[in-house]
Nanobody, 122 residues
Framework: QVQLVESGGGLVQAGGSLRLSCAAS????????MGWFRQAPGKEREFVAA????????YYADSVKGRFTISRDNAKNTVYLQMNSLKPEDTAVYYC???????????????WGQGTQVTVSS
């Protein structure tokens, strides 16, 4: 069993930056692909970014490509999402997830954190 806890969310002005962290406990994250998803009010959960177990492969949603960077530090059992040039449409609850396969579909992930709120003001 893997427990995931996100942190780093908050309120930021458009154009600003935030770095989200996802810390794991219970098991090493080094066996898992990791993903970030987000859900805005009234909308479905959507894929943001994913990274392979060793960081060698990454995927991004088109809407965040060039602005967000996913990374991981397996020694610290932590995954990060650096978010730059934030836009009001990035406002959502952000979730990290762990799974056995690098994927963009939320159904492919087995473990989820509780989420952290990101609000971008215009």
């Amino acid at each position: 069993q893997v427990q995931l806890v996100e942190s780093g969310g908050g309120l930021v002005q458009a154009g600003g930056s935030l770095r989200l962290s996802c810390a794991a406990s219970g098991r090493s994250l080094s066996s898992y692909a990791m993903g970030w998803f987000r859900q805005a009010p009234g909308k479905e959960r959507e894929f943001v970014a994913a990274i392979s177990w060793n960081g060698g492969n990454t995927y991004y949603a088109d809407s965040v490509k060039g602005r967000f960077t996913i990374s991981r530090d397996n020694a610290k059992n932590t995954v990060y999402l650096q978010m730059n040039s934030l836009k009001p449409e990035d406002t959502a609850v952000y979730y990290c997830a762990a799974g056995f396969h690098l994927a963009t579909m939320f159904g492919e992930y087995d473990y989820w954190g509780q989420g952290t709120q990101v609000t971008v003001s215009s």
